[in-house]
């Protein structure tokens, strides 16, 4: 079992759409957790972090943290055509030393 | 700055072939990775190096060696290639312990596309 977890996708909604994407994790030694977004053919780029529990918002991006049922939220409000990637979440492990990704989820958002 | 930059972007090899992989960061970084991806599978850790002379397994390393040639070059060789190893690599660097506050994340090159026959 991967210790992130998430729903490969591929994700479609329209133009406009509040967007969920989720992830669970087993490591209960996890406590940053990281959302990357991958483009088509290129490298993941960070998106944003939480720590610990909780949200953190930024524009039109929401982090939100369950450890009590290890469970990673990322939401997308007012999606648009240029979100259309993959997203992955992740964690820092082995004493913060690398960092484990789920399988991401592809999100293509229609015109 | 060009970041981390990885040689070749693509590349054919026959089973049994060997080849390395070349990754290079200006970025100053401790800490180099090099992942593989696959539909299903998403981003998977083959070996890191947390420093400078350090080299450590990561989830799926059977097959590959690396080298910490200096702080700024990580390479990774496929010595035997076999089909299963047809995948896109990326190699990444980051400040030590990325944790993506402080901007401290992970960088990754833009892949390189390996098939093998």
């Known amino acids: 079992q991967k210790e992130v977890e998430q729903d490969p996708g591929p994700l479609s909604v329209p133009e406009g759409a509040i967007v969920s994407l989720n992830c669970t994790y087993s490591?209960?030694?996890?406590?940053?957790f990281m959302w990357y977004r991958q483009y088509s053919r290129k490298g993941p780029e960070l998106l944003m972090y939480?720590?610990?529990?909780g949200n953190k918002e930024d524009g039109r991006f929401t982090a939100q943290v369950d450890k009590s049922s290890k469970y990673i939220s990322l939401f997308i409000r007012d999606s648009q055509p240029s979100d259309s990637a993959t997203y992955l979440c992740?964690?820092?492990?082995?004493?913060?030393?690398?960092?484990?990704f789920g399988t991401g989820t592809k999100l293509q958002v229609i015109p | 700055n060009a970041g981390v930059t990885q040689t070749p972007k693509f590349q054919v090899l026959k089973t049994g072939q060997s080849m390395t992989l070349q990754c290079a960061q200006d970025?100053?970084?401790?800490?180099m990775y090099w992942y593989r991806q696959d539909p299903g599978m998403g981003l998977r850790l083959i070996y890191y190096?947390?420093?400078?002379?350090?080299?450590d397994k990561g989830e799926v390393p059977n097959g590959y060696n690396v080298s910490r040639l200096n702080k700024r070059e990580f390479s990774l060789r496929l010595e035997s290639a076999a089909p299963s190893q047809t995948s896109v690599y990326f190699c990444?660097?980051?400040?030590?312990?990325?944790?993506?506050?402080?901007?401290?994340?992970?960088?990754f090159g833009e892949g390189s596309w390996l098939t093998v026959v």
């Open positions: 990444a660097s980051s400040e030590a312990y990325p944790t993506g506050s402080s901007g401290n994340t992970i960088y």
């Open positions: 490591n209960s030694a996890f406590q940053y």
């Open positions: 939480t720590y610990s529990s």
């Open positions: 992740a964690s820092p492990s082995g004493g913060y030393q690398k960092v484990t």
């Open positions: 970025m100053n970084h401790n800490s």
């Open positions: 190096s947390a420093s400078e002379g350090t080299t």
